[in-house]
């Protein structure tokens, strides 16, 4: 079964690190607007090979072997989209490759451990003024995304912020799924940094210990044949 091309749509929120509590808008000024600010670290790194994370182990080997290379950025400042595309990958395995037209026993060449292929995959950031959020939009092909190489590249390059790239559904697409029966599982996870949802972490105990507001709590609902979810 061949690959599928699709895409994924994030939700994406800055926070000044100084203001735990307050995310801030988009005010469309350079100090507080997450535009020019995801804008100028992208063009940063473009046209450049980098590693996701430069960490590494006691023997001095890296520990995280992913690499990305922005090939493409353009930006319009009265729309407040940004887009391009990045290349990604990751190392660490030697691979064989095959020439499948011939079917040849012998490879045509292979890959090495420190080298890796880089597949380009689209993006598209959206950041409308005055907002609390933007959004934003990535190509997928089967199960190979950037989700992952974004955030942490942005985070990495954000010493003043953190940019938070959460998935974003739709709650009529979710009422749908669930009257046609074709939802199995739901997960609920906490994001919430409120007073009260941290309270409410601290009162909880699981496996005789307390949460608190840094841990992930996940909450899965299964469908069981004949019954349907509640939304």
Do not use: C
């Not at 020439?99 to 598209?124: V, W």
């Amino acid at each position: 079964m061949a690959n599928s091309v699709g895409f994924s749509v994030y939700k994406v929120t800055v926070n000044n690190k100084n203001q735990r509590e307050y995310w801030e808008m988009y005010y469309g000024y350079p100090s507080h607007d997450g535009f020019t600010l995801i804008t100028e670290i992208l063009k940063s790194i473009k046209n450049q090979l980098i590693r996701v994370d430069d960490e590494k182990n006691e023997d001095g080997e890296y520990i995280d072997n992913r690499a990305a290379k922005i090939i493409n950025l353009t930006k319009d400042v009265d729309s407040r989209t940004i887009e391009g595309v990045m290349l990604k990958g990751e190392a660490g395995h030697i691979k064989e490759v095959y020439n499948l037209e011939t079917l040849s026993e012998e490879p045509e060449y292979t890959i090495g451990k420190d080298q890796a292929d880089l597949m380009p995959l689209f993006f598209r950031f959206y950041i409308p003024d005055g907002m609390k959020h933007g959004i934003l939009m990535l190509q997928t092909y089967g199960i190979q995304g950037i989700k992952s190489y974004i955030t942490e590249i942005l985070n990495s390059r954000a010493s003043d912020h953190t940019i938070k790239i959460t998935q974003l559904m739709d709650e009529k697409v979710l009422k749908q799924f669930a009257k046609q029966g074709k939802m199995q599982d739901v997960y609920l996870v906490n994001s919430g940094k409120s007073t009260s949802s941290i309270e409410a972490l601290r009162n909880t105990r699981i496996a005789h210990s307390t949460l608190d507001s840094e841990d992930k709590l996940e909450l899965k609902m299964h469908r069981k044949k004949g019954h349907s979810a509640a939304v």
